[in-house]
Each structure stands twice: as structure tokens, then as C-alpha cells.
């Protein structure tokens, strides 16, 4: 069964930091793109950052460039999504979604992906 687990939510205060991770259970990631995305109360899920599967092309939403980056270890199986300097705003469910691609500019959308996490909270709240 193939299955993403996403770790390290939590409440953090404005300005904090927070590190998720994204692991793969029943299949490895080394041939997947890797995306990131969040839905805040009331909101649609929108892409915060996507890895393709050779870990060079990368994707970040403007409203997180500069301040989140995503990585990938194929070694150990995860992407990770590192979080600084949050903002109330980046607040939601985060989410994880992997999609079978080499194509080197495609990334897991809502409608495509081949797999989704079952989400971690993050809440930005002092």
C-alpha cells in the first residue's frame, strides 16, 4: 500500500520555525516529484513548494519564497518542507502529495497525484 506520512506540525509563534517532513512508506520517491500544499479554515488547498524527482527543479509560491525551502533525501525516503520566519497567514493543514513523473517541470497538482498525505496542522499564533 502506498502511503505518505507527514510529521512535524505544531503551534509555533510568529516569526518561529518549523520543519515537516514527508515520508514514503510502500514505495520510494526517487523517480516522484514531491509537492507541498496547504489549506487554511475556509480556503482552497494551494501549492506552497514542489521538488522534482531529480531534486533540482524546484517550485515555491511567492507567498513563501525566501522563507520556506523544501529538500529531498532519497536515502531516507523524505522531502522536507523547512519553515522560517511564519507568519499568522501560514496557518492550515499541510499536506503532502508525490506524482510518478521524470518529466522535469511537472509537479503533483490537485487534480494529479498518484498519492496524499493525510496532513499535518501547523497553527501560527502567538
Known amino acids: 500500500q502506498l502511503q505518505l506520512v507527514e510529521s512535524g506540525g505544531g503551534l509555533v509563534q510568529p516569526g518561529g520555525s518549523l520543519r515537516l517532513s514527508c515520508t514514503a512508506s510502500?514505495?520510494?520517491?526517487?523517480?516522484?516529484?514531491i509537492a507541498w500544499f496547504r489549506q487554511a479554515p475556509g480556503k482552497e488547498r494551494e501549492l506552497v513548494s514542489c521538488i522534482r524527482y531529480n531534486g533540482i527543479n524546484t517550485v515555491t509560491a511567492d507567498s513563501v519564497k525566501g522563507r520556506f525551502t523544501i529538500s529531498r533525501d532519497n536515502a531516507k525516503n523524505t522531502v522536507a518542507l523547512q519553515m522560517n520566519s511564519l507568519k499568522p497567514e501560514d496557518t492550515g493543514i499541510y499536506y503532502c502529495a508525490a506524482r510518478d513523473t521524470r518529466e522535469p517541470y511537472v509537479c503533483p497538482s490537485l487534480l494529479v497525484a498518484d498519492v496524499w498525505g493525510q496532513g499535518t496542522q501547523v497553527t501560527v499564533s502567538s
Open positions: 510502500g514505495f520510494t520517491l526517487d523517480t516522484y516529484a
